[in-house]
């Protein structure tokens, strides 16, 4: 199944937005692996620079991803030290129960990655369940490195990320080593 087969839309309509989240969380094994989001958070996250792409076949939305800039308290909560304008994050990124297991995860961190490069980003950072392995593999086939973990607000998350450009490749040896 390929992700280029659905309609894309990045004028969301928020509250259908929220609707398709708490509907896939509803219906997921471990809903806590996805997070809360208030209307609230959304749309502040929105009004300041984040985007939210939902994908549809026939009205039903099918999958959704997001991009959230990080700020340096945000860095500095994921013990990162970089530059706050240098790094994105990846999440939420969910996929309707009916259409798992059709690679449209993995697609759209493909989707992600082209797009933050092209914004010039230099790195990427995304948070998970460390139970959740659907997703972490995808990290891992996508070219993310296990970074650390730690107790976030929504709880125990893995953190990983990613560097784009080869010129911050040192920087990526510094957090291995």
């Not at 937005?17 to 219906?27: A, G, H, S, T």
């Not at 502040?44 to 985007?51: A, I, P, R, T």
């Not at 999440?91 to 009916?98: A, E, H, R, T, W």
Request: net charge positive; hydrophobic share 40%.
């Amino acid at each position: 199944m390929k992700l280029d087969k659905f309609t894309c839309v990045s004028d969301i309509n928020m509250d259908k937005y929220i609707e398709f989240l708490e509907y896939v969380k509803n219906n997921m094994e471990h809903p806590d692996w996805l997070g809360d989001f208030s209307k609230v958070d959304l749309i502040d996250l929105v009004n300041n620079k984040s985007k939210i792409w939902v994908y549809y076949f026939n009205n039903e939305p099918v999958c959704s991803m997001m991009i959230i800039p990080i700020d340096e308290k945000s860095l500095s909560e994921l013990d990162l030290n970089l530059n706050d304008k240098d790094v994105v994050e990846y999440g939420p990124i969910f996929v309707n129960p009916k259409y798992i297991g059709k690679g449209l995860q993995y697609q759209m961190f493909l989707k992600l990655d082209e797009y933050c490069r092209n914004l010039g980003y230099k790195y990427a950072v995304g948070t998970v369940h460390p139970d959740n392995i659907y997703c972490i593999n995808n990290f891992i086939k996508d070219k993310f490195i296990f970074f650390n973990q730690k107790k976030l607000k929504r709880g125990i998350r893995n953190i990983y990320l990613k560097v784009f450009h080869k010129d911050s490749l040192k920087r990526k040896m510094e957090f291995i080593l």
